[in-house]
Structures are given as structure tokens and as C-alpha cells.
């Protein structure tokens, strides 16, 4: 049995790695244009999270100390300041809400603040007074003003001694941006659809020409006559097929890896840990292989049933179009999925997981689940494929 399958992974390997053309096209291909779109991508990206220089900032204050506004001065936010007393603040913050808001900033101070934190021991146990700020993070301009301001606030508390604190209380939401709206989001789920793609696109390269191509010349029928068994035959190309669909994998995730950092904004010459985990980076790559044995199954099996390689590609066409629908709808989700039975679903699994990793709200369950259930369908579609193989009518339809 061993050295049938040995015999069959040689002789498709060697096919494989003997056609240079081929083998840039499915390996490295898929890696260097996923490298360079997410590239494309980020630098889009960074166009639209930078504020034009003549961009005149609408911040109202409440209680602002002179003392702060005089730390602003120099500052790019410095023109927009206002003085405001709105009462309990829900008009500004409604405001905040709109996508069509022209409010950046809703900063609240504490009504005796200086003379708070003068007072104010921070061994006392007590808590210390606090700053409100809120944003709208899905605005490039909100999102912009709330980072000089804190970062002014920052280094203005690091010089206190921790004498009060900016936006402590948990249970106030001061992002008022819409979690759909919100760019990390809409990134985060536009990754797992061309990530697919490619994949789809390395694995449909190979698997008609290795089972359908032989079909259509001929020469499956001789192995097939051959004593070997029909079943070791399957195995061995179904084996061979996941080792090079499995390097494009390997080329896709590195290629998403290392554009990650473009797309993130943290691109200064490494990686940015606190961006990505190395556990992240195993996730995201253990779901990308393991999809691509489920892809490459199905490849397989239609390769299997089809003609010639030209049918082939005609009954694989729909089967891609439903995985970039698949693909498409991270798109369409509130963020990734917290019930189990979302992740037993093909393909549909594999982007709810992608979509925690790039957002960090991988479920670990779920992500165990969708490991397991893709490595089950593929040792379904391996069982259905070798039935296929022993079916005549099938292999010998010409």
C-alpha cells in the first residue's frame, strides 16, 4: 500500500516541480500579490486615516483649566477648542454618533479640577478625578483629535504622579463610533474574502490537470488497469495535491503576514507585537491550511467527475463564486460569530476565524471546532473521492 502511494505522490510531484511556469504560478504567485494588494491597501489606508493640514478641528470643552489650554496651544487641535456647557452632554454625544457630525471631540472636565488634583493623594486610595473624552473612532478627524489629546493628557499626568485619571470608568462608552462603521472592522473583514480567492485560485490550478488532464489524455486509464489498488491511486494524488495546495497556503499566509504590519500602520521596519501575537500568526495560518485541504478536496472531486479540464474548470466556476460569497460575508456580520454551530459550517467556519484573528476576538472554541470540522470534511471528500476512483463509468467517461 505504502509504496503505491509513494509511487503516485513521486510521479505528481515530479510533474508538478518539473513545469517552472507552473509551480511560480500556484506557490509563489498567490503570496506576492496578496503581499502586494494588502500593500496597495494599507497605503490606501493610510490616506484615509490622515487629516488634511488645513482641517480646522470642532471640540467642545467643558471646564477646560487655563493650565490645559495652555499645554494645546501648539498643537493641531489648538483652533478648534470651545468652551460649552451642555448640561448632562447627551446632544454632544448624539452628535458624536452621526457619520455626518462635524463635532470631533467631547472633552468633559471635572468643575474644581486644578484644585482637585492639587489636593489629590494618590495613596489615599481614593479615586482619583477623571477626565472625560469622547470620540468617534469610525471618524478619521474624531479619531485623530482623541490621540493628540491624550497623548498630551499623558505626559501631562506622567508629570503628577498619577493625579487623575482619563476615561477609568468601564461601564461609560466613550467610542460612540458605530462597530460596523469603524475601519479596523471593515478591514478585518474584507481579509478573509481575498485571502480565499487566492487560495481558491493556487488550488484550482492544479487539481484539474492532475486528475481531469489525465482523464482527457488518457493515461489515468493506464494506472488504472494496473494492479495497484483504485483506492491507493486516489490517496496518492488527493495526498500529493494537499502537499502543493498546502505550499501555496504557506505562501499566502506568509504573504498576508508580512503585509499586515502596511495594513495596520505599524510598518517601521518589524513587526509590532502589541498589533499581532505569534499565537495570532499560528492561528491564522493553521486556518489557512487547513482550509486549503477542504478546497482542494472539492477541487478533486469535481476534477474527478469532469471530462476534460476545460469541464472541469466550467463546473469548478460556480463552486468559486460561492466561496468569494462565502468570503463576502464577513463583510456583512457584526464581527466574528459567538454561536458554536457557525463554525461547523464549510468555509463559512474559516472566515468567522479569520475575522477573529485580524479583530482580536478569536473564539477559542470556536476556533478548535473549525479545525476539527474542516479536517473531517476533507477525510470525507478523501472517502468519496477513492469510491469515485473505483466507479468506471466515472474514470473511464470520456
Known amino acids: 500500500m505504502k509504496s503505491t502511494i509513494i509511487t503516485i505522490l513521486k510521479k ?60 494645546l496651544e501648539n498643537t493641531s487641535i489648538a483652533g478648534g477648542l470651545k468652551d460649552t456647557d451642555t448640561g448632562d452632554g447627551n446632544e454632544a454625544k448624539k452628535e458624536l454618533e452621526s457619520k455626518d457630525s462635524t463635532l470631533d471631540l467631547y472633552i468633559v472636565f471635572p468643575e474644581n479640577f486644578e484644585n482637585d488634583i492639587a489636593v489629590y493623594n494618590s495613596t489615599s486610595g481614593e479615586k482619583a478625578p477623571q477626565v472625560e473624552v469622547y470620540y468617534n473612532s469610525a471618524s478619521t478627524e474624531s479619531q485623530t483629535a482623541y490621540k493628540i489629546f491624550i497623548e498630551i493628557m499623558d505626559s501631562y499626568e506622567s508629570s503628577m504622579t498619577n493625579k487623575f485619571d482619563i476615561n477609568s470608568d468601564s461601564s461609560v462608552q466613550y467610542d460612540l463610533a458605530n462597530e460596523k462603521d469603524s475601519a479596523a472592522t471593515i478591514f478585518s473583514s474584507m481579509l478573509p474574502m481575498l485571502l480565499l480567492l487566492f487560495i481558491f485560485s493556487a488550488c484550482m490550478s492544479i487539481g484539474p490537470e492532475s486528475i481531469s488532464g489525465e482523464k482527457e489524455r488518457g493515461t489515468i486509464a493506464t494506472m488504472l488497469v494496473t494492479p495497484a489498488k483504485r483506492s491507493h491511486i486516489a490517496l496518492g494524488k488527493i495526498i500529493a495535491l494537499s502537499i502543493i495546495a498546502l505550499l501555496s497556503g504557506i505562501s499566502s499566509t506568509i504573504g498576508t503576514l508580512l503585509s499586515l504590519p502596511k495594513l495596520t500602520g505599524t510598518d517601521e521596519g518589524s513587526i509590532d507585537t502589541n498589533v499581532y501575537s505569534i499565537s495570532d500568526y499560528a492561528l491564522l495560518a493553521v486556518i489557512i491550511l487547513s482550509s486549503v485541504l477542504i478546497i482542494v478536496t472539492l477541487i478533486s472531486i469535481i476534477s474527478a467527475f469532469a471530462r476534460s479540464t476545460k469541464e472541469a474548470g466550467t463546473y469548478i466556476t460556480p463552486l468559486m463564486i460561492v466561496v468569494m460569497l462565502i468570503g463576502l460575508s464577513g463583510m456583512f456580520s457584526n464581527g466574528t460569530k459567538t454561536e458554536l454551530y457557525n463554525y461547523i459550517i464549510p468555509m463559512y467556519n474559516s472566515v468567522q476565524c479569520m475575522i477573529g484573528v485580524f479583530s482580536f476576538e478569536v473564539l477559542p472554541m470556536g476556533m478548535l471546532l473549525t479545525v476539527i470540522t474542516n479536517i473531517l470534511y476533507t477525510g470525507i471528500g478523501v472517502f468519496v473521492l477513492t469510491r469515485m476512483f473505483n466507479d468506471e463509468r466515472i474514470m473511464f467517461n470520456k
Do not use: H, Q
Open 12 to 71: 505528481e510531484l515530479k510533474r508538478f516541480f518539473s513545469d517552472k511556469r507552473m509551480a511560480f504560478t500556484t506557490i509563489l504567485l498567490p503570496g506576492i500579490m496578496i503581499f502586494i494588494m494588502y500593500n496597495f491597501m494599507g497605503d490606501a489606508f493610510s490616506d484615509m486615516m490622515t487629516v488634511d493640514d488645513e482641517y480646522v478641528y470642532s471640540i467642545e470643552c467643558v471646564n477646560m483649566p487655563a493650565s490645559i489650554r495652555t499645554l
